[in-house]
């Protein structure tokens, strides 16, 4: 029995030392996977906002070359009404699938922004469409898209912990717009709508 009083402060020595290599290693693994999990559905969101973003921007191009008439200036190519009308519809229904993965993936501020730019793009559309009078000046229109599209990035860059400050490009595209407009056809400018 003295052999075995001696001893046993070594063996609870290592059952204590099992038991906490078996916890150090359960955290460790639990840590991990979250870790891993997190990664994953950030990769996951990261490819939903491109979706969303590429599905919008097709819908805007559309709407921009059916409404290129309509702005003076405009170095959007136009298109036929009828080719443009289908073009539309293919790329609502495009955007009507990512919209669901954005908002299963999300973030709520993402999502809102998505939505915002969403509405812009359909009053663009609705006039593209013929469903809505267009203004006497279609740049409002097209500006506020912009200034959407702006607010969807900053938000989506936020939520995916993006740095690098800002990539606003409304006001560059406004005052392209308004020097284009202001110096006539003198020089090219690159413009949103192309």
């Not at 070594?10 to 999990?37: E, K, M, N, P, Y």
């Not at 959007?76 to 443009?84: A, T, V």
């Amino acid at each position: 029995m003295g052999t075995l009083l001696t001893q046993l402060p070594a063996l609870l020595g290592v059952l204590v030392g099992t038991l906490g290599t078996i916890l150090a290693t359960s955290l460790a693994d639990r840590a991990r996977w979250r870790r891993s999990q997190s990664v994953r559905w950030d990769e996951r969101r990261l490819d939903a906002y491109v979706e969303y973003a590429h599905a919008l921007k097709e819908s805007h191009a559309v709407a921009l070359r059916m409404t290129a008439h309509l702005r003076p200036g405009s170095y959007s190519h136009p298109i036929d009404r009828e080719e443009g009308l289908a073009r539309l519809a293919e790329s609502d229904a495009r955007r009507t699938i990512v919209w669901e993965n954005l908002l299963l993936l999300g973030d709520e501020s993402t999502v809102l922004a998505a939505a915002n730019w969403r509405d812009a793009v359909w009053r663009l559309e609705r006039i593209a469409r013929g469903i809505a009078t267009a203004p006497e000046d279609l740049s409002e229109q097209v500006a506020q898209v912009d200034e959407a599209r702006d607010g969807y990035y900053r938000v989506a860059r936020q939520s995916l912990g993006v740095r690098g400050g800002s990539v606003e490009q409304s006001a560059a595209l406004r005052r392209a717009l308004t020097g284009r407009t202001a110096a006539g056809s003198a020089g090219r400018m690159i413009t949103d709508d192309g």
